[in-house]
Structures are given as C-alpha cells and as structure tokens.
C-alpha cells in the first residue's frame, strides 16, 4: 500500500533537519553493508524512535528514501539508452547503467533486489522504468536480439542476481562489466 513519499514535498526547518540526520546515519549503515534498522539510525543520529517513524513508517519508507535518487538518475540513464537508435547498443546501455546504478548505490540495489514499493514516488519511478525496459525489449525481441520469455522482471531479477554475484565476499569485483555482457549474451535467443 502506497501511503506516503520517498521524499516529502515540505517540512518544518527542523524536521527536515531531523530527517537529513536519519538519512546520513543510515546512509552509513547500508555503505557499510549492514541493516539500517530504524531503532538503530535513531540513536545514532540523536533523534527520538518516534521522530524516525514519522518520517519512515518502515524500513522499506528509509530504504526508498535513501535510494530514490540514485533511481531517478538511473532512469534518465535508461531512458538515455534506451532513445539509442542501435538497439543492441541499446539494450548494453540499459544493461551496463543498471547494474553501474546497482553497485554504485547499495540502497538501490537492496531497493531493486526487494522488489517491493510503499512510496508513491518509488511506485511512480518502478513503472516508467519497467515501461522503458519493456518498449527496449520488444524492439530486441522483433529484431532477435533478446528471447521471447524475457520480461522487465526478468531483467530485474538478472540484473539483482549479478549484484549479488558481483559483491560477494564484500569485495567488489574489478571488471564488473563482464557480468553485463555474460546477461547480454544469456538473454540472446539460442
């Protein structure tokens, strides 16, 4: 259920004070791999339990509000790629800025990987973002670029599965972009 926004339109000077300090606590919790439970962002950000839970009623709230910027300039990214006339350039630029967004914002790639949205703006942003990626996919499947049985979500899904693949062991790996083309070269028809 879509109750409120990843990022409200107006705030009291010190609410927005209150909510920049749970932000960038809990930005340094997800950079450091670890769960940004909201007890946890509160007191270390020096706030109430009850002020967080104004701003974020659940995790999944902080999560989309710690990565719904780095989703916005992924779909302009996307969208970019996907106006590319070549449709294979295209789809390895949807492919490459996806998974650059994913391993770049680890709040994003945890929103991705979820799957799920309680904010109306992350909603809004999911649907254009599948609605571009499925316009790319249709282009690839009419010129046999891309198999028939592959969907946006499956794409998501993919492109979830080769973050995780691609931070293993909490190192990054150093060619990322041969996982791209390993997705590209698996969703070909055979």
């Given amino acids: 259920m879509t109750i409120s926004m990843a990022r409200p339109e107006a705030l009291r000077s010190d ?3 209150n909510r920049t300090a749970l932000l960038d606590v809990a930005r340094t919790f997800v950079d450091r791999g670890e769960p940004a439970l909201l007890n946890a962002v509160a007191h270390e950000a020096g706030v109430g339990v009850g002020t967080a ?16 910027d780095a989703f916005e300039d992924m779909l302009d990214r996307v969208r970019d790629a996907v ?9 390895r630029g949807v492919v ?17 990987t979820g799957g799920g949205f309680s904010c109306s703006d992350t909603l809004e942003l999911a649907g254009d973002l599948v609605a571009s990626v499925d316009e790319l996919l249709a282009r690839g499947r009419s010129e046999g670029l891309v198999r028939g049985d592959i ?22 790996v150093p060619a990322p972009e041969r996982y791209a083309e390993v997705l590209l070269t698996g969703i070909r028809p055979a």
């Fill in 96 to 112: 490459g800025e996806a998974f650059r967004s994913m391993l770049q914002d680890p709040a994003l790639g945890d929103l991705l």
């Fill in 53 to 68: 839970y104004r701003h974020f009623p659940t995790q999944q709230h902080l999560l989309e509000a710690l990565a719904i």
């Fill in 151 to 172: 969907g946006a979500d499956d794409l998501r899904r993919l492109l979830c599965g080769m973050r995780s693949a691609a931070v293993a062991g909490g190192v990054t």
């Fill in 83 to 91: 106006a590319l006339p070549d449709t294979a350039d295209a789809l």
């Fill in 15 to 17: 609410a927005q004070r």
